[in-house]
């Protein structure tokens, strides 16, 4: 037995082997041969129907040599059908490639079975009462055909289920539904063929091969042009998922371009601002860590919010530097000027199609959970959820950090104050995931950027540490 089968698989094709050669045996103790000659012509063309069996693209093959076992039955009982059915086997065995003995004897089992359960349905009637009225003979062929294929389907149904693993009614399901119809025309086809031969003898059989052939003919030359079709199609698809990945690939590298050049113009808004250089890409890492602790997975919709967090204080561009770098505090007109900035931010960005969901984060980055922020008091689920998260991590990091009119505090008094404001302030959701996230905060450097950003471009992140020295003195 091959190494691959299991045990039952191997019991299975034992139990059919056997089976079978009990079926083909008892066959030639229920009634006597007679008219050897026309057998042995009925088996040698049921010999070349097998041997011209077309061959189909995903495996297997169609053959039209179940017309010849039916004309067996009808016209010489169950040992002509025996007979015709262990050629058919003889013969697919050596003309398959690599077709090994246990195969041949699992065919021979399910065929001699076939062969003895399908003509077995012609005992009730006299080979008179069949070759007198084709349309009983016709019938009662239909029915040996559905029978044999009930049998070599059940049959090879149950090895491929057993070898594979797969429920039964599935694997039926999936190879042999589409072949009713054939063997049911064969089977029409071979009762036809046997009155053919009772009126005409061997000419009449001969004659009426013929079509026979034709439609195998017919049928190889379709299965050819289906062949070429799949064969074409599976180029094109090859063709297509290449094309599909270059463009992906363009597309990924495009993403990484427009997110370095837009950390190139925060990193030029900081040069501006150094009392609060980095921290929008503190802000951007730490909105990444709350957006995955709260179950965001979607690569788009975490970009967006890396994004929106980075590019917060766009609209500071369009604030004076009396005002934005002002070492005192603000009065009431310079912070309703400050005010602006969102309003400013989301203008610049919506221009840019890609970022015009950025942009919304943006225009939202200062509004509060209980609808009392700015620039559109929004409340509640009603802001972005990505300016929901960087609420909480823009408040942590301002809380943290040096200001020209405060020194920062310690990271735990920032925590007990978001604590201290979840459900006015900032979203108790979102609060929930900050706690989870907290204890890793606490550990990196106050001011620092001690992990980088998951978007950073790769050619940035290749960029020698020389050259980041240089470029933070």
């Not at 802001?383 to 020194?407: E, M, Q, V």
Request: glycine share 10%; charged share 20%; with cysteine.
């Amino acid at each position: 037995m091959p190494p691959n089968l299991s045990g039952r698989a191997e019991w299975f094709i034992v139990l059919v082997f056997f089976a079978g050669s009990f079926a083909f045996t008892a066959s030639f103790f229920a009634e006597p041969l007679h008219d050897p000659f026309g057998l042995a012509t009925t088996v040698a063309l049921t010999c070349v129907a097998e041997a011209l069996a077309v061959r189909l693209h995903q495996g297997g093959k169609v053959s039209i040599s179940t017309a010849g076992i039916v004309v067996a039955g009808i016209v010489w009982g169950l040992p002509g059908a025996a007979l015709a059915s262990a050629t058919v086997t003889l013969t697919g065995w050596a003309f398959a490639p690599r077709a090994g003995a246990v195969k041949l004897a699992f065919n021979f089992g399910q065929h001699s079975l076939a062969s003895l359960a399908g003509p077995a349905l012609l005992l009730p009637f006299t080979t008179d009462q069949l070759i007198s009225n084709p349309a009983v003979a016709i019938t009662v062929g239909v029915g040996v055909g559905m029978v044999i294929f009930g049998v070599s389907s059940s049959a090879v149904t149950g090895i491929i289920g057993l070898t594979s693993g797969k429920p039964l009614l599935a694997t039926y399901k999936a190879n042999f539904p589409w072949l009713v119809p054939h063997y049911a025309a064969l089977g029409a086809v071979g009762g036809g063929l046997g009155v053919a031969y009772h009126v005409l003898g061997i000419a009449g059989l001969a004659i009426l091969a013929i079509p026979l052939l034709l439609a195998r003919y017919s049928m190889k030359q379709v299965l050819d042009q289906t062949r070429d079709n799949v064969l074409r199609l599976e180029r094109s698809n090859q063709q297509l998922q290449g094309a599909y990945l270059e463009i992906r690939t363009m597309s990924d590298e495009l993403s990484r371009a427009y997110t370095g050049t837009l950390e190139s113009l925060v990193a030029a808004l900081d040069v501006r601002d150094q009392e609060t250089r980095g921290h929008s890409v503190r802000v951007a890492t730490h909105s990444l860590d709350i957006a995955r602790m709260l179950g965001i997975k979607d690569e788009q919709e975490l970009a967006t919010i890396y994004r929106g967090a980075l590019m917060h204080d766009v609209g500071k561009i369009g604030v004076p530097d009396a005002i934005l770098l002002k070492p005192s505090k603000l009065t009431d007109e310079e912070w309703e000027f400050m005010r602006r900035h969102p309003a400013m931010g989301y203008r610049i960005l919506a221009q840019v199609p890609y970022l015009r969901p950025t942009a919304k984060i943006v225009l939202a980055h200062h509004e509060r959970w209980d609808g009392d922020g700015y620039p559109r008091r929004l409340k509640g689920e009603d802001i972005p959820l990505g300016a929901r998260i960087f609420a909480i991590c823009d408040t942590y990091d301002a809380i943290i950090s040096d200001r020209p009119y405060r020194k920062g505090q310690e990271p735990d008094a920032a925590f007990q104050e978001i604590l201290r404001c979840a459900g006015s302030q900032f979203d108790p959701r979102v609060v929930e995931a900050f706690e989870a996230a907290f204890p890793r905060w606490r550990e990196e450097e106050v001011g620092g950027t001690t992990r980088r950003p998951l978007y950073l471009p790769s050619w940035r992140r290749e960029d020698d540490e020389d050259a980041a020295d240089l470029a933070a003195s």
